[in-house]
């Protein structure tokens, strides 16, 4: 595959092919040509999906009361897990039973801190659970997070050189 650069580009395959045809006679060699940059490519058709529906993400969140950190991860949509952590429905808004096993949730019945969707943001996406599972254990050994009451992954260890 060659890109396409106009009469230079058909006047090179014409000198390799010769090449070729003398020094390997049995090839019968065929060459593709595709455009340098493609209309398409200057005028994206699909618009993004929001944020909430991204799916396989690590997130962080910040409580911004006492700088205490929380990294996890999701293989659901962001913005319901997002949602059980602080008892509020994404689809209606309203207050809902938060998970009572979240950290978050714990952090702020402790502290009384008001946890804020502002204060949750995704720091990195896989591309399924396992790989998903491995980026939430590299940002957790490098942010050391206090909230985590997890240090490690089950059945994954990662050790610091």
């Not at 090449?19 to 090839?27: D, G, K, M, N, T």
């Not at 962001?78 to 429905?89: D, L």
């Not at 207050?95 to 008001?114: L, M, R």
């Not at 599972?133 to 610091?160: C, D, G, M, W, Y």
């Amino acid at each position: 595959v060659l890109p396409y650069y106009g009469i230079f580009t058909l006047t090179l395959r014409n000198q390799l092919r010769h090449f070729i045809s003398h020094a390997y006679p049995q090839v019968n060699f065929r060459f593709i040509f595709r455009p340098i940059s493609r209309l398409g490519n200057k005028f994206p058709i699909k618009d993004k999906s929001p944020i909430d529906l991204a799916s396989n993400v690590v997130y962080q969140y910040h409580c911004n009361c006492c700088d205490a950190i929380y990294v996890g991860k999701t293989t659901r949509h962001f913005g319901v897990r997002r949602g059980e952590h602080i008892g509020k429905s994404i689809k209606t808004g309203k207050n809902t039973k938060p998970d009572q096993q979240s950290a978050i949730h714990k952090h702020y019945v402790t502290t009384g801190h008001q946890p804020k969707v502002d204060n949750f943001k995704i720091i990195d996406y896989g591309q399924n659970n396992y790989n998903t599972r491995i980026r939430e254990a590299v940002h957790i050994l490098l942010k050391k997070p206090s909230l985590n009451a997890q240090s490690e992954q089950p059945f994954l260890t990662l050790t610091q050189f």
